[in-house]
C-alpha cells in the first residue's frame, strides 16, 4: 500500500487522461528485448495457455533466440529519438493535453503509459495521483477491443490501483472502432496520400492478428475490425473488388483470425497487380508490427511475388484531425468531471470541516 500521508484533507482534486499503449523496448538490443518479451509473453491474456506448458516453450525455446531475431527488426525502424510507437505516443499526449485543455478552466492532467515497458502503467498512475488526480480517464490506444490488448491494459490499471489507498474515481473507454471522428480521420488520411501519389488497385486494410479460438470463445475484436474496414471502404467510396480486410502478425502454429495479410499481399503479387496500398488502422501510431512488418517485409511479399508498385500508408500519427478525434472521444467522458473550480471560500470551509472531525493539518 502507497503511504499518502501528505495528503492534505480538503485539497481540490483534478480529473485526468491516461493514454494506454501496447509498449516497446528500451533499445533495439537483444539484452533490452529479452525483459521485454518476458513481459509480453508472460501475459496471461496475450497468450492463453496454461503455463505448464507455456512456460517450457517461453523459456527454452523462444527466449534464447527471440530477442537477437526482435531487436535486428527493432534496429531498422529505429530513430535519432528512440522508439516510433514512444515519440508518436508522447507526441499525442502532448497535443491532447493541449486541445482539451483549451476547452475548460479546469485543472487537467494528460499523461500516457505503456503495458509493456515504460513508463509503466503503475508508475504512471502512482504520478497522476501524487500530482493530485482524483479522477482518471482511461483510454487505450486501441480502437478495436481484444481482450489480448485493451483488457490487458485495464488489467494492469487494475491491478495498480489495489495498491492505492485513496483510490481515485475511474472511467475507461472501451473501443471506438465506428467513431465517426476516427473514421474521416482515416479516410482523410488516406485521400491525403492518394492526392499525392496516385490510387491503387486495390487497398489492403490491415489489423493485427488474434488467434482464432479467442472469436470462437467470444472475442469481439474480429467483428469490430470488420467494421471499421467497412465504415472506411463506405467513406472512401470503395466498391468490394477495391479492398480487402486482411490480420498479420500471426505467432505460432495454431489458426488466426484470416485471410492472412502476408499470403493475401504474395497472391496479389502472383496476379501481377499492378498496385496496391496498405493501410493499418488498427494502429494509431507508427511501431514495429508498421514500420518493418508492413512496409518492409510486406513490401518484399508483394514484389518478390511478382507484383509492380507497392505503397504503406502511414498510422494517423499526429494528424490534426486524429487528435481532434480522440478528444473528442474524451469529452463524453469528462463532461461531468470538468466543471468550474469552487471559490477559495468552499475549498477553506471544506478543510475547517476535515480539520473538525480530526484530520491532520
Sequence with gaps: MTDESNYQHGTLGKAGVLLINLGTPDAPTKE????????????????????????????????????????????????SEGSPLKVHTERQTALLAETLQNTTSSA?????????????????????????????????????????????????????????????????????????GYIASLAQNIRDYWNQRGHPDKLI????????KNLDKGDPYHCLCQKTGRLLAETLNLNEDQYQVCFQSRFGRAQWLQPYTAKTLEQLGKAQTRRVDITCPGFVSDCLETLEEIAIEGK????????????????????????????EIAKPNLYDWL???????????????????????
Design 32 to 79: 533490452a528485448l529479452r525483459p521485454y518479451l518476458r513481459e509480453f509473453l508472460s501475459n496471461p491474456r496475450v497468450i492463453e495457455v496454461p503455463r505448464l506448458i507455456w512456460w517450457p516453450i517461453l523459456h527454452g525455446f523462444i527466449l534464447p533466440f527471440r530477442p537477437k531475431q526482435s531487436a535486428e527488426k527493432y534496429a531498422l525502424i529505429w530513430s
Design 108 to 180: 487537467l492532467m494528460v499523461e500516457y503509459a505503456m503495458n509493456i515497458g515504460n513508463p509503466s502503467v503503475a508508475s504512471v498512475i502512482n504520478k497522476m495521483t501524487e500530482a493530485g488526480c482524483d479522477r482518471i480517464l482511461v483510454i487505450p490506444l486501441f480502437p478495436q477491443y481484444a481482450a489480448s490488448s485493451t483488457a490487458a491494459a485495464m488489467d494492469a490499471v487494475f491491478s495498480a490501483l489495489r495498491h492505492i489507498r485513496n483510490m481515485p474515481a475511474i472511467r475507461t473507454v472501451k473501443q471506438y472502432h465506428d467513431h465517426p
Design 205 to 212: 486494410i490491415s489489423f493485427h492478428g488474434v488467434p482464432r
Design 300 to 327: 518484399k511479399t508483394f514484389t518478390e511475388a511478382g507484383g509492380k508498385e507497392y505503397h504503406y500508408i502511414p498510422c494517423l500519427n499526429e494528424r490534426d484531425d486524429w487528435i481532434a478525434a480522440l478528444a
Design 339 to 361: 466543471e468550474p473550480a469552487p471559490s477559495q471560500e468552499v475549498l477553506e470551509q471544506s478543510k475547517q470541516r476535515a480539520l473538525a472531525m480530526g484530520a491532520k493539518k
